[in-house]
Antibody
Framework: QVQLVQSGAEVKKPGASVKLSCKAS????????IHWVRQAPGQRLEFMGW????????KYSQNFQGTVTITRDTSATTAYMELSSLRSEDTAVYYC????????????WGQGTLVTVSS | DIQMTQSPSSVSASVGDRVTITCRAS??????LAWYQQKPGKPPKLLIK???TLQSGVPSRFTGSGSGTEFTLTISSLQPEDFATYFC?????????FGGGTKVEIK
């Protein structure tokens, strides 16, 4: 079955960077884009960016331009999301999600990774 | 960015009740809307895609309707396992945006 397994919780200081991973299994990795979405406490879900796992093309939300980098390792069937210049407002649960075949939904999600930014 | 306005933000209901949740898009998104259920500490679960297509394995008491700017998720007869938060996602226009969520609570 399709699985997305994310790396564990992180605690970072303001100004630091964090790199999260999302290991995919149960399907052809290059056949579905991977998106990253975050959920801050009490806030709605927020799209960050996505990667075409086939050719590596990426697209980022304007809100995260310059601070987020999404990459993938096809041999490891893993996508990565690095967020830099962390601020306390970046404290959130970060999810990776697999794009539906239609490209108009997410049909599988990782379990989420809590990132806490605190001095 | 397309704004997704979801209502109500919360609803108290009893087992067996019919519950309706609405999402309105700030501009037309065709049928590129999905509905999700989320329970505390868990990732979202896809219920409905393309506005009205039931995801495999999801009970038929969940139905979605609408197109353009107004969409509805209906739970025909609320079950104990349905108490959760529901939200919509528009995937018509970049960036994808989400509704603010509706918490369905036990009355």
């Amino acid at each position: 079955q399709v699985q997305l397994v994310q790396s564990g919780a992180e605690v970072k200081k303001p100004g630091a960077s964090v790199k999260l991973s999302c290991k995919a299994s149960g399907y052809t990795f290059s056949g579905h884009a991977i998106h990253w979405v975050r959920q801050a406490p009490g806030q709605r879900l927020e799209f960050m960016g996505w990667i075409n796992t086939g050719n590596g093309d990426t697209k980022y939300s304007q809100n995260f331009q310059g601070t987020v980098t999404i990459t993938r390792d096809t041999s490891a069937t893993t996508a990565y999301m690095e967020l830099s210049s962390l601020r306390s407002e970046d404290t959130a649960v970060y999810y990776c999600a697999r794009d539906c075949s239609s490209g108009t939904c997410y049909d599988n999600w990782g379990q989420g990774t809590l990132v806490t930014v605190s001095s | 960015d397309i704004q997704m306005t979801q209502s109500p933000s919360s609803v108290s209901a009893s087992v067996g009740d019919r519950v309706t949740i609405t999402c309105r898009a700030s501009q037309g998104i065709s049928s590129d809307l999905a509905w999700y259920q989320q329970k505390p500490g868990k990732p979202p679960k896809l219920l409905i895609k393309a506005a009205s297509t039931l995801q495999s394995g999801v009970p038929s008491r969940f139905t979605g309707s609408g197109s353009g700017t107004e969409f509805t998720l209906t739970i025909s007869s609320l079950q104990p396992e349905d108490f959760a938060t529901y939200f919509c996602l528009q995937a018509n226009s970049f960036p994808r945006t989400f509704g603010g969520g509706t918490k369905v609570e036990i009355k």
